[in-house]
């Protein structure tokens, strides 16, 4: 079985195509300062919620809980990503084609929706 191979330098990650070794996608890697502004916002937001009373935070996950079920979200979830899948399903064959280095057969990849999600 072939499989996309991948060169990785200390800036960029290159996924090459095993059929024809030519560079697929490549990556850039973030900056050290991309990074640290990253960590830095996150650790500032969670701060910020620390300073939210409990009494407030379990008010808020309460709202979030009584306004959504889960199941709801979890349906809703697996709907969108079955309409993306759909949206795409001429891209997905073509891109696993050219990553694993064969044909994959589109009829196989993405099942009908079922009845009760129309």
């Given at each position: 079985m072939?499989?996309a191979?991948?060169?990785i330098?200390?800036?960029s990650?290159?996924t090459i195509?095993?059929?024809?070794q030519?560079?697929f996608?490549?990556r850039?890697?973030p900056?050290?300062?991309e990074?640290?502004?990253?960590i830095r916002?996150s650790?500032?937001?969670?701060n910020?919620?620390?300073?939210?009373p409990?009494?407030?935070?379990?008010?808020?996950?309460?709202?979030?809980?009584?306004?959504?079920?889960?199941?709801d979200?979890?349906?809703?979830?697996?709907?969108?990503?079955q309409?993306?899948?759909?949206?795409?399903?001429d891209?997905?064959?073509l891109?696993?084609?050219?990553?694993?280095?064969?044909?994959?057969?589109?009829?196989?990849l993405?099942p009908?929706r079922?009845?009760?999600?129309?």
């Amino acid at each position: 079985m072939s499989s996309a191979q991948t060169t990785i330098t200390d800036t960029s990650q290159t996924t090459i195509t095993p059929h024809n070794q030519q560079p697929f996608v490549t990556r850039t890697y973030p900056s050290q300062l991309e990074l640290d502004t990253t960590i830095r916002r996150s650790s500032l937001a969670q701060n910020a919620w620390a300073r939210v009373p409990l009494k407030d935070r379990l008010a808020i996950g309460a709202k979030f809980v009584v306004s959504y079920s889960v199941l709801d979200l979890v349906s809703a979830q697996l709907k969108s990503l079955q309409d993306e899948f759909q949206k795409m399903s001429d891209e997905i064959p073509l891109e696993l084609t050219m990553q694993m280095g064969r044909h994959v057969l589109t009829h196989c990849l993405i099942p009908p929706r079922p009845a009760y999600w129309s």
